[in-house]
């Protein structure tokens, strides 16, 4: 069945770094585009970043840019978001997701991966 | 970037009530809006997409509706499994970006 699993998330201090996975199956991985999206605690939905399906195009919310880095690897149906220069709003869980441009929508979600940047 | 404001945060109703939920966008965003559903502990489901397109598997209760910069979402017979939080999407302009929420409690 259609599915996506994020891993390697964590507690971590600010200022430090740490690189999610979400393995994806069930579908051609290589046909989607991939997003990122973030919940903090008791908050509301926020875009991190997205990737083409290809991986040529990326896009990042500006309170991420310059620091988090979207990547896939679409022989191995993975995901990837490489996150550095951690801070506390960057507390959250951190959901992997399919993009369907038929429908333009995030049609499939993973479980999430917490996110904790504490000292 | 496009703020989208939700109202009302929050909604408090009976089981067969009509729940209305709307949407405003701070621009025009054309038809691409998207409302997810979020139950609790749960990841969001996608219901309605290009404002009004109910998701396959999603129940007929649910609709959407608008254009332009007002959209609503309606439940037209709350159930017990709605209890959740909606959120609507614009994917219009890039940041896309997310109304606030908006909770729905049984009464």
């Known amino acids: 069945q259609v599915q996506l699993v994020e891993s390697g998330g964590g507690l971590v201090t600010p200022g430090g770094s740490l690189r999610l996975s979400c393995a994806a199956s069930?579908?051609?991985?290589?046909?989607?585009?991939m997003i990122w999206i973030r919940q903090a605690p008791g908050k509301g939905l926020e875009l991190v970043s997205y990737?083409?399906?290809?991986?040529?195009?990326?896009k990042y919310a500006d309170s991420v840019k310059g620091r988090f880095t979207i990547s896939r690897d679409n022989a191995r149906n993975s995901l990837f978001l490489q996150m550095k220069g951690l801070t506390a709003e960057d507390t959250a869980l951190y959901y992997c997701?399919?993009?369907?441009?038929?429908?333009?929508?995030?049609?499939?979600w993973g479980q999430g991966t917490t996110v904790t940047v504490s000292s | 970037d496009i703020q989208m404001t939700q109202s009302p945060s929050s909604v408090s109703a009976s089981v067969g009530d009509r729940v209305t939920i709307t949407c405003r966008a701070s621009?025009?965003?054309?038809?691409?809006l998207t409302w997810y559903q979020q139950k609790p502990g749960e990841a969001p489901k996608l219901l309605i997409h290009?404002?009004?397109n109910l998701q396959s598997g999603v129940p007929s209760r649910f609709s959407g509706s608008g254009s332009g910069t007002e959209f609503t979402l309606t439940i037209s017979s709350l159930q017990p499994e709605d209890l959740a939080t909606y959120y609507c999407?614009?994917?219009?302009?890039?940041?896309?970006?997310f109304g606030q929420g908006t909770m729905v409690e049984l009464k």
């Open positions: 997701t399919r993009f369907d441009q038929d429908v333009y929508g995030m049609d499939v």
């Open positions: 069930g579908f051609t991985f290589s046909d989607y585009y």
């Open positions: 990737i083409s399906s290809s991986g040529s195009s990326t």
């Open positions: 621009q025009h965003i054309s038809s691409w």
């Open positions: 290009a404002a009004s």
């Open positions: 999407h614009q994917a219009d302009t890039f940041p896309w970006t």
